[in-house]
């Protein structure tokens, strides 16, 4: 038996417990899920590149008894959960009156069921989704009202983001390319599936950017782990990026390899078991002005790097973990108990840099097609000042508030684009 596995299992099963079914060759097991909230569902997914899934989702259904509102599979999301497909969905919603949501997909659609969720079962509260970014207030719009959410049930079928097992959902705004949030307990899927075998039919990109996201999320809450959090944290930390750090290799080489794979999809799990525990902080917030350039987890993958630096004298204990972690598997070649501070923190930046660059992944801004340096940074800038996304600042190891972004983000992003870790500036 593989132990990095049986650890990954133990800390994801102890999690969710008997809401969440994950392994190889789960798909069919939707069905009995499914049933007992009622007999006719909305089952969204894309009906092209992913048919094959959507199809074993509605067979599974039909065996068990349950239905397809509206009987035929809604579209899916775009990338990032563009606000219009949230409204798209909420008409579908409205609509069909089903018993329960089968979101199938990435983080992406389960993100934009869950906002139209919201939007269709507290209409009466707010019609626009803005209404609900921020922390708990749609916990409080449900309380004011007497509404209650349709259970969803979230088919994860790429290793990303962790959206199936979450209170978050992200939603973009692809006018002005930003993205905010929802944060609240009532969004998190009723029951959530991940079969991992699943995954073998996504884009090698997609693998990437998800093992990208898994260190983004365990990194970053780990970082800023509250000390009664902080040894759990680590656990989980240590263990998803030793599965990213081993296999992520392993899948570049081989697609089809599945115990890969398998690896991959507990990794992002226990992201998402991560940022359940801890909130995440400056490369996620960046990442929400970069949604026209690259995905969340490349965003991620780049900006994590430079943020570190920044941190570095406050979070040494962290570093030293992470650090020896990419030191085993050939990333930093410096030894890191010599080490302290600025200096330690570079080491351990320099082993994400080479990582991220032998799995194929950007690694500074300007690696990224469309990107404008001044644009984005100065969109950057002005989300960071935002106060719905205020969270990302406090959840920081070195705290920002709005009147300090400029002078410490600003060259944070600028040495992100660059590439040169010189250009940062710490905090006194």
């Not at 499914?34 to 089952?43: D, E, I, S």
């Not at 962790?162 to 973009?172: C, E, P, Q, R, V």
Request: charged letters at 20%.
């Amino acid at each position: 038996m593989n132990e990095l596995f049986d650890k990954a299992r133990t800390l994801i099963g102890s999690w969710k417990g008997d809401s969440y079914v994950f392994g190889r060759g789960k798909l069919d097991l939707i069905g009995s899920m499914a049933r007992p909230y009622g007999t006719k569902a909305l089952v969204v997914c894309n009906g092209t590149y992913m048919k094959d899934i959507s199809d074993a989702v509605v067979a599974s259904l039909a065996s068990a008894g349950v239905g397809l509102a509206g009987e035929a599979v809604a579209p899916d999301a775009g990338p990032n959960a563009p606000r219009e497909d949230v409204y798209r969905l909420e008409g579908y919603i409205l609509h069909h009156r089903p018993d329960c949501i089968v979101a199938v997909g990435g983080g992406s659609t389960i993100d934009a069921c869950k906002s139209a969720n919201v939007l269709a079962s507290i209409s009466s509260r707010s019609p626009e989704i803005d209404s609900y970014f921020g922390t708990n207030l749609v916990t409080q719009a449900l309380a004011a009202t007497g509404s209650k959410l349709l259970p969803l049930i979230a088919v994860q079928t790429s290793a990303s983001s962790g959206a199936h097992l979450t209170k978050y959902s992200n939603i973009t705004d692809p006018v002005v390319g930003q993205k905010k949030l929802i944060v609240d307990d009532a969004v998190i899927p009723a029951k959530a599936l991940f079969d991992y075998d699943v995954t073998l039919s996504m884009p090698l990109g997609v693998t990437i950017d998800g093992a990208m996201d898994a260190i983004a999320h365990v990194f970053e809450v780990f970082t800023g782990a509250a000390p009664d959090k902080f040894d759990l944290a680590a656990n989980i930390a240590g263990v998803a990026l030793e599965l990213v750090l081993e296999y992520a290799p392993v899948v570049i080489k081989d697609p089809t390899n599945h115990e890969a794979r398998e690896a991959i999809g507990m990794a992002t799990d226990l992201g998402g078991y991560a940022i359940m525990i801890g909130g995440t902080n400056g490369a996620h917030l960046t990442s929400f002005s970069l949604v026209d350039v690259t995905s969340h987890g490349k965003a991620c993958g780049i900006m994590n790097p430079y943020y570190l630096v920044f941190f570095s004298p406050k979070i040494e204990r962290q570093l030293r973990l992470f650090g020896e972690s990419f030191r085993k598997h050939g990333y930093i070649r410096e030894e890191l108990s010599a080490l302290s501070g600025r200096e330690l923190g570079l080491a351990v930046a320099r082993g994400m840099v080479a990582f991220g660059k032998a799995i194929g992944a950007p690694t500074m801004l300007k690696d990224l097609k469309g990107f404008d340096e001044e644009k984005h940074i100065k969109r950057a800038l002005e989300a960071a000042k935002n106060p719905q996304l205020e969270m990302k600042l406090k959840n920081m190891p070195v705290p920002l508030t709005a009147a300090l972004v400029d002078e410490y983000m600003e060259p944070i992003l600028r040495a992100a684009a660059a590439g040169d870790f010189s250009l940062i500036k710490l905090m006194k």
